[in-house]
């Protein structure tokens, strides 16, 4: 198993839908989990951190832990066709280096 | 700094050549890491700094890389001997240091060798 998996996508969905995304981990990638967006041709940004089970929310944009799962999921509510990007899960240990998944393309069309 | 600042954004250079690559990571960030993203892939860790050592270079993939950090600020990625396959972004990243730090992204090197 890959330390960090994501659902590979490609995802599309309607303006205005909530889009879902999805990213499984290994022991070995437990302490926090991150979900950078990458525009193409650029870097990757953060958008979302979180560090205990539950969900967080900021904005638009939910992220889900679920530990016992060993899950991380982040739900981007009435989607924007800016939101087109590649979406990329990481996990960190314990210094911060952060493992990634391969990234899901998301589509939003209008 | 600002943000993170990568060196140079472009570099084509012939297969069998040297290159350095530099990163000046944000002003007070003691922790700095590499990455490598090829086309199509996810990205990949090459190595960490803490300061100006390196306790996990595991990432790295053959020792024609290598890299140093001097005075806990800038850092270079040296490859050796480029090969086709060395073709990439390579992205430096820094942060904080802690464990539950957010790690912040240069706009990256694309390395081409022809």
């Known amino acids: 198993q890959k330390e960090v998996e994501q659902n590979s996508g490609p995802l599309s969905v309607p303006e205005g839908a909530i889009a879902s995304l999805n990213c499984t981990y290994s022991d070995r990638v437990s302490q926090s989990f991150f979900w950078y967006r990458q525009y193409s041709g650029k870097s990757p940004e953060l958008i979302m951190s979180?560090?205990?089970?539950g969900d967080k929310e900021d904005g638009r944009f939910t992220a889900q832990l679920n530990k016992a799962s060993q899950y991380v999921s982040l739900l981007i509510r009435d989607s924007q066709p800016s939101d087109s990007a590649t979406y990329l899960c990481a996990g960190g240990t314990s210094y911060g280096k952060l493992t990634f998944g391969q990234g899901t393309i998301l589509t939003v069309h209008p | 700094g600002a943000g993170v600042s990568q060196s140079p954004s472009n570099k084509v250079t012939e297969k069998g050549k040297d290159v350095e690559l530099r990163c000046d990571p944000i002003s007070g960030h003691t922790a700095l890491y590499w990455y490598r993203q090829s086309l199509g892939q996810g990205l990949e860790f090459l190595i960490y700094f803490q300061g100006n050592s390196a306790p996990d270079k595991s990432g790295l993939p053959s020792d024609r890389f290598s890299a140093e950090r001097t005075g806990g600020s800038v850092s270079t990625l040296t490859i050796q001997r480029t090969q086709q396959e060395d073709s990439a972004v390579y992205l430096c990243a820094s942060s904080q240091g802690t464990a539950d730090e957010k790690l912040f992204f240069g706009s990256g090197t694309q390395l081409s060798v022809l």
């Open positions: 979180i560090y205990s089970n």
